[in-house]
């Protein structure tokens, strides 16, 4: 028997950062998804591949915690250990990995995984997943590979749709009046989001007076936000990215590259652009008019980024039986 999971790529539309520090903050998902297949194994080990990486640990290792692997798996290992401990298993299990998330550069690559393979895992076997669950294995995985990280990611992967969310006190989901289109812009500068939140983090140690109100004025943005994408206003939403863009160069998450593709985004006829995530590299994303995808990809393009055209989905992780 397989098990097929699935969960979404995310962008954070709003607030990445300040949501650290509790802002609240904007988070949707994206149909573009990973896929993890589950398959059982007569042996008593467990199998994980993903592109060309493999690797392999025996039952017995893994629950006595004797076993080293590429850094990549750990994170998947220790969810795994977690889970057959509370459920017991007494056989093996193969996971392949799929992939089509650039990786590192803010649009959730790692939560997706996390989240797909902890209800791949979880289905197979304790023969159900639910929400909370998943998302519950899935930030320990963020926690080994990110350091400290809101939650964010494996929430909005978990879920789908639109949401907002503020770490004290979780999510709730937003309705969009209208489909949200996006073009993504990867700018190819690779950087880690661990460090560029401790980087910001202690900037706003040294000058708690500037960024205090900095971050209430992120806050009551994504409030903004949430309404706006409620009524279906695009230009508004497109003023306010503009203006957590502002804010975000302000926290010194800015690169020339980055600075670029926005404005090859905005002057291609998006109606607004920003960073996308930890910023320091990875990607932009930009909303734009359907008419215009095409003309504002060609544009990022044009000035060195790798344009993705996207749309905000509905569908969080799922899992089917084949
Ligand atoms: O991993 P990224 O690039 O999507 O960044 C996550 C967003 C941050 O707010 C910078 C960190 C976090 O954990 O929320």
């Known amino acids: 028997m397989t098990f097929l999971a699935s969960a979404p790529a995310k962008v954070i539309l709003f607030g990445e950062h300040f949501v650290v520090e509790n802002e609240p903050a904007i988070a949707a998902a994206l149909d573009l998804r990973v896929e993890v297949s589950v398959n059982l194994l007569d042996e008593k080990r467990f199998e994980i591949r993903s592109g060309n990486l493999f690797s392999f640990v025996r039952l017995d290792d893994l629950l006595s915690n004797h076993y080293s692997v590429n850094q990549h798996f750990k994170p998947l290992y220790i969810i795994l250990r977690k889970v057959i401990e ?37 289905k197979a076997v304790a023969g159900e997943y639910d929400l909370e669950k998943v998302v519950k294995l899935a930030s320990e995985g963020e926690i080994l590979a990110h350091g400290r990280p809101s939650g964010i990611d494996p929430t909005i992967s978990a879920n789908g749709g639109v949401i907002v969310y503020r770490k004290s006190e979780g999510f709730i989901p937003l309705k969009a009046a209208i489909p949200l289109h996006l073009v993504i812009g990867v700018s190819g500068e690779v950087r880690s989001t661990a460090t560029m939140v401790e980087k910001v983090l202690s900037l706003k140690k040294r ?74 590299g990875g990607a932009i994303i930009s909303i734009c008019p359907q008419n215009l995808l095409e003309t504002v990809a060609s544009a990022i393009k044009r000035s060195g980024g790798f344009p993705l055209i996207s749309k905000v989905s509905d569908r969080g992780v799922s899992v089917i039986e084949r």
């Open 207 to 280: 000058f708690p007076e500037i960024f205090e109100p900095l971050y209430h004025a992120a806050g009551h943005l994504a409030i903004e936000a949430a309404k706006a994408i409620e009524r279906g206003d695009l230009t508004s939403i497109g003023m306010l990215m503009n203006i957590n863009h502002g804010l975000l160069s302000s926290l010194g998450v800015s690169t020339m590259n980055l600075e670029r593709l926005v404005h090859a985004a905005r002057d291609a006829g998006a109606l607004g652009a920003k960073i996308t995530g930890a910023g320091g």
């Open 86 to 122: 509370k459920y017991g298993f007494e056989g093996g299990l193969k996971f392949i990995i799929k992939s089509p998330i650039p990786m590192g550069v803010g649009l959730g690559s790692s939560a997706a995984v996390f989240v797909a393979f902890s209800a791949g895992l979880l």
